[in-house]
């Protein structure tokens, strides 16, 4: 398993690239912006892009993906229900531009050559975030942050439903790669000792 890290978009969004290195199928996670920048990247790995999973609805996780389904048309692209219709809202602009747009929910599992992507609903951020678990690394979006969270503010948000999310996460057993959708890699084990919110959620 590799992945590749990639900031997009005015506000440094993480796109990742995740490989199999056996297979050479690779999945797109949250491609924010700059398409062209991203499909670069997808070609110069060399890999097959099967999918284009996202982390959430909001535009800087998703403004990306019409352009790259028209250069790749057959990759799969995947979002929580939750967070699919958003036609004519700026948070979340998706649903009104893609007319195959699959969905995704807790508990389900994609295959990506030999690795196993599994789905956690994680709302809070919004009603439809997910975070994508593949081996011992999690794919956090906007839900858990170096030292933070997500803000709860925008439509769809509640600060009640992070908190729940984030002790969902911080009691998943051992140790993980923590990939989040802005600003620096962490493990979940740092956070568990450190992010106040994590704390704040534990305690409840």
Do not use: W
């Not at 989040?180 to 979940?188: E, F, I, R, Y």
């Amino acid at each position: 398993m590799k992945v590749t890290v990639m900031q997009v978009g005015p506000i440094g969004t993480n796109c990742y690239l995740l490989e199999d290195e056996a297979t050479h199928q690779a999945a797109l996670i949250d491609p924010g912006d700059e398409p062209a920048r991203i499909l670069k990247m997808v070609e110069e790995r060399g890999v097959s892009l099967t999918y284009i999973l996202l982390t959430h609805g909001h535009y800087d996780h998703t403004t990306a993906v019409p352009e790259i389904k028209k250069a790749l048309p057959h990759v799969q692209v995947y979002i929580h229900q939750a967070d699919a219709n958003g036609a004519g809202s700026t948070l979340f602009p998706l649903a009104s531009q893609l007319d195959d747009l699959l969905l995704y929910d807790e508990g389900d599992t994609l295959q990506l050559g030999d690795l196993t992507i599994e789905v956690l609903h994680t709302p809070g951020h919004s009603r439809g975030s997910v975070t994508l678990k593949v081996g011992d690394i999690l794919f956090t979006g906007d839900t858990l942050f170096c030292g933070s969270c997500g803000r709860t503010d925008l439509r769809g948000g509640s600060y009640a439903e992070i908190l729940s999310s984030l002790k969902r996460l911080a009691q998943l057993e051992g140790d993980y790669h923590v990939c989040p959708g802005h600003d620096v890699s962490s493990t979940l084990e740092r956070e568990r000792r450190q992010n106040p919110f994590v704390l704040e959620a534990l305690a409840h």
